[in-house]
T-cell receptor, first 113, second 111 residues
């Protein structure tokens, strides 16, 4: 049981480049989330998917797009990376019933030059 | 505005020196308060959920308590392996899916 997995673990981009962060969970969870974590700040929600086939904006969605590919996979795409998107990105999942325990992946450390 | 504030930002203790971390919140209709532990370079790991004022939960050297305005994470006789950043979060007042997170308290336990 791998839990929540994320790829890649590290990435360096130049301004304007695009990339997709991948996330998968094997816990049969309904809801999935993308967060970013910056020094001195709490985790901030970028997008979430309450269930397969739905996605919604979180607190900081600008500059990002997401795809809920199936129940297991939820990807985050940066179409034109900016230095302000340098951060650590975490994917999480929950069963989706009320506000329940979130299970996190190991994170992707992204640097945009 | 819903808000979560953690204090102190960092706490250095000697091994065996007990202390408490604070998480204060303002949210309409609290539907739970979560504590997580985060080790360097890793994702947050769930510790506790508290649902109502007066509730307490324990795990090894950690005990979490909840009042109507804040939560405390008490650490009794800590060991170096308790060193981590401790995060708290509450559900956003208007959503079942969005959590509001504090910035965390970095705890360092010196041997």
């Amino acid at each position: 049981n791998a839990g929540v997995t994320q790829t890649p673990k590290f990435q360096v981009l130049k301004t304007g480049q695009s990339m997709t962060l991948q996330c998968a969970q094997d816990m049969n969870h309904n809801s999935m989330y993308w967060y970013r974590q910056d020094p001195g700040m709490g985790l901030r929600l970028i997008y979430y998917s309450a269930s397969e086939g739905t996605t919604d904006k979180g607190e900081v969605p600008n500059g990002y797009n997401v795809s809920r590919l199936n129940k297991r996979e939820f990807s985050l795409r940066l179409e034109s990376a900016a230095p302000s998107q340098t951060s650590v990105y975490f994917c999480a999942s929950t069963t989706g019933t009320e506000a329940d325990t979130q299970y996190f992946g190991p994170g992707t450390r992204l640097t945009v030059l | 505005e819903d808000q979560v504030t953690q204090s102190p930002e960092a706490l250095r203790l000697q091994e065996g020196e007990s202390s408490s971390l604070n998480c204060s919140y303002t949210v309409s209709g609290l539907r739970g308060l979560f504590w997580y532990r985060q080790d360097p370079g890793k994702g947050p790991e769930f510790l506790f959920t508290l649902y109502s004022a007066g509730e307490e939960k324990e795990k090894e050297r950690l005990k979490a308590t909840l009042t109507k305005k804040e939560s405390f994470l008490h650490i009794t006789a800590p060991k170096p392996e308790d060193s981590a950043t401790y995060l708290c979060a509450v559900p956003h007042g208007g959503s079942n899916y969005q959590l509001i997170w504090g910035a965390g308290t970095k705890l360092i336990i010196k041997p």
